[in-house]
């Protein structure tokens, strides 16, 4: 276990292999390389990407796999284009309320891609065109809760394909 | 900082692995063609600004959500990959 002090959190131990690698940092941190994620126990609605090297820096992150027609290219086409390997993804989106409005708002501009295999993500950039840095997300909870759970029973049924891996990947920490 | 004067057609290297070519250029409007390896980002400055505005957001204004309690797992919190291989194969 490695133990991590003056975390948001307080003090925190996170298991040495689930440290998620990030080879180029995420986009303005690039010597931030290393992250736990860390669920809430209960929701899983978000939740936090640790930093490693900083204490004090945490990313709120949500399972990105709930949007309707995101990503755009696909997850795999954007793991191939950052050189990840493709089979076993993990896509999340970080979270952060509006300064003025306090609404929460999702940056699916740069989502998160994490290869769960060899555990090694990367912050990848869309086309500014068709996603926003803010977009703007239901401010009750629990709608956007449902509206979540909707998505992936509409997806569940959609396909002959198993559910989202990154939604099963998610889900499985923290139980 | 480093400024070279380049043709159109002509190339800089940087490093051993990164070209850039200049495509066309017009009095305002410079066309680049960029070959990285895959892994290196490349990205419009003002793109790139926008990403860490809201990189350095959502790390500085922590939100205190109202629906994240305090009992943040961090014990298994990891994506546990043995739990998820498990459940790739499930689906499998």
Redo the contacts between chains.
């Keep these: 276990m490695i133990r991590i002090e003056g975390t948001?959190?307080g003090t925190?131990?996170?298991?040495a292999?689930?440290?998620?690698h990030f080879?180029?940092g995420?986009?303005?941190?690039p010597a931030e390389t290393q992250f736990?994620?860390?669920?809430?126990?209960?929701?899983k609605?978000?939740?936090?990407l640790q930093s490693m090297r900083t204490p004090g820096?945490?990313?709120?992150v949500m399972d990105g796999s709930g949007f309707e027609s995101y990503p755009e290219p696909s997850s795999e086409a954007l793991a191939?284009?950052?050189?990840l390997a493709t089979s076993?993804l993990?896509l999340l989106v970080?979270?952060?309320?509006n300064?003025q409005t306090k609404q929460?708002q999702a940056?699916l501009?740069?989502p998160i891609l994490?290869d769960?295999?060899t555990?090694t993500g990367?912050?990848?950039?869309l086309d500014?065109r068709k996603f926003s840095?803010?977009h703007a997300l239901p401010s009750d909870?629990m709608a956007l809760?449902k509206a979540r759970m909707d998505a992936a029973k509409q997806r569940a049924a959609e396909a002959a394909a198993?559910?989202s891996?990154a939604r099963?990947?998610?889900a499985?920490?923290?139980? | 900082m480093l400024i070279i004067r380049r043709r159109v057609g002509e190339r800089i290297v940087i490093g051993s692995n990164i070209e850039v070519t200049v495509a066309s250029a017009t009095k305002s409007i410079v066309r680049l063609a960029i070959q990285a390896?895959?892994?290196?980002?490349v990205?419009?400055g003002e793109?790139?600004d926008?990403?860490?505005?809201?990189?350095?957001?959502?790390?500085s204004?922590?939100?205190e959500?109202?629906?994240?309690?305090?009992?943040?797992?961090?014990?298994?919190?990891?994506?546990?990959?043995d739990?998820?291989?498990e459940?790739?194969h499930d689906?499998?």
Excluded: M, W
């Design positions: 948001k959190f925190i131990e996170v298991a292999e689930t440290v998620i080879p180029n995420l986009v303005g941190f736990v994620l860390l669920e809430r126990s209960g929701g609605l978000v939740g936090y820096l945490a990313f709120p191939n284009s950052v050189g076993d993990a970080i979270v952060a309320a300064p929460l940056n501009l740069a994490v769960v295999a555990r990367a912050q990848c950039v500014p840095a803010t909870p809760a198993p559910p891996e099963a990947v998610v499985a920490g923290g139980v | 390896p895959k892994g290196i980002p990205l419009r793109v790139h926008a990403v860490v505005e809201a990189n350095v957001a959502a790390a204004g922590f939100i959500l109202e629906f994240v309690d305090d009992s943040v797992d961090a014990g298994g919190g990891g994506v546990g990959q739990e998820a291989s459940e790739n689906s499998d």
